[in-house]
């Protein structure tokens, strides 16, 4: 009996092409210069601020503590999707396996979900910090601290472990080309046969929950930040409690700013150029410019790198 050729492509899909920039033929060796360098910048521009949080004793504080461990997830967060693009545009080999896929999606939203949550966690901490200055020692205790970091990374990887499996028990025929520099919800979906309705409202409402809400908050811990700041009686101590937030603000916009536009814009409105665009902002340029916002607008991260250099 001679089988439907959807059967067919729905049993022999084994793996995606995933097409990054081929659109750019005659760029892929200064493209993967580039990015080869932004990888090396990424890696040690955060792994030295992991280092000098650990080693320098007038760092070891919650708003430093909660720094470190966003910087190494900042690290972990580029490593899922970098080396990979890299290993395309070298070899122009752009074929991946449907694990090998699901397994990237899968880190990729993880680490997507506990960066949302972490940045929340950051907020909070400000928020105690400046508007319960009396009560932050106890409050902000290394035990809470630990216990904040370790309940992003639970929550941000149980949600999206059963999230990845609901994506790829979908069947999928028909072209296998995957525009993307990474495996993505977005142009999963569009590949997927059949209605895609309740996926999509899956992916919603879990956006929601982890960037439109935390984000939400953190505008809320912001807006109180700045009403008590604008009521301090000296200067200085204004423009010093503004400089500690300051950093937090801009990774806040830079991130969020793209996530939410990424997965919470109507399917009507996807592009593949604009996704792939908003896509390296949240992957690559918010973790390149991490350190460098907070290196060169903090004074104490500024005086603790002067004490490594001879």
Not at 112 to 141: Q, T
Not at 153 to 170: A, H, K, N, P
Not at 254 to 264: E, K, P, Q, R, V
Request: glycine share 4%; proline share 5%.
């Amino acid at each position: 009996m001679e089988k439907n050729p959807a059967e067919v492509n729905l049993t022999s899909m084994t793996e995606f092409i995933l097409l990054g920039f081929s659109d750019y033929p005659n760029l892929q060796m200064f493209l993967f210069i580039i990015f080869f360098f932004v990888y090396v910048i990424i890696l040690m521009g955060n792994g030295i601020i992991v280092f000098i949080t650990r080693v320098d004793q007038a760092l070891q504080t919650p708003m430093y503590f909660f720094l470190s461990n966003f910087s190494f997830l900042e690290v972990c967060f580029v490593s899922a999707t970098l080396p990979r693009m890299l290993t395309n545009l070298w070899t122009q080999k752009r074929s991946i396996s449907l694990f090998a896929c699901a397994t990237q999606m899968s880190f990729v939203l993880m680490l997507g979900n506990v960066e949302c949550l972490l940045l929340m966690v950051m907020a909070y901490d400000r928020y105690i910090a400046i508007c319960n200055p009396l009560h932050y020692p106890l409050v902000m205790n290394h035990k809470v601290c630990v216990q904040l970091v370790a309940a992003c990374w639970i929550t941000g990887v149980l949600v999206e472990i059963g999230q990845t499996c609901q994506i790829f028990s979908l069947p999928y025929c028909g072209s296998n080309q995957i525009n993307h520099f990474f495996c993505d919800i977005p142009p999963l979906l569009s590949l997927a046969c059949g209605d895609t309705f309740l996926n999509e409202m899956l992916v919603f409402t879990v956006a929601m929950l982890f960037v439109m809400i935390p984000f939400l908050l953190i505008l809320g811990s912001y807006s109180k930040i700045i009403s008590t700041i604008l009521r301090l009686p000296s200067a200085t101590g204004r423009t010093k409690a503004f400089s500690t937030c300051s950093s937090h603000v801009i990774i806040v916009a830079m991130f969020f700013g793209s996530a939410i536009i990424t997965y919470l814009r109507p399917k009507a409105k996807h592009s593949s150029k604009t996704d792939k665009f908003l896509s390296l902002f949240y992957t690559i340029v918010t973790p390149m410019f991490n350190p460098m916002i907070y290196t060169l607008r903090n004074k104490d991260v500024m005086i603790a790198l002067r004490k490594l250099l001879p």
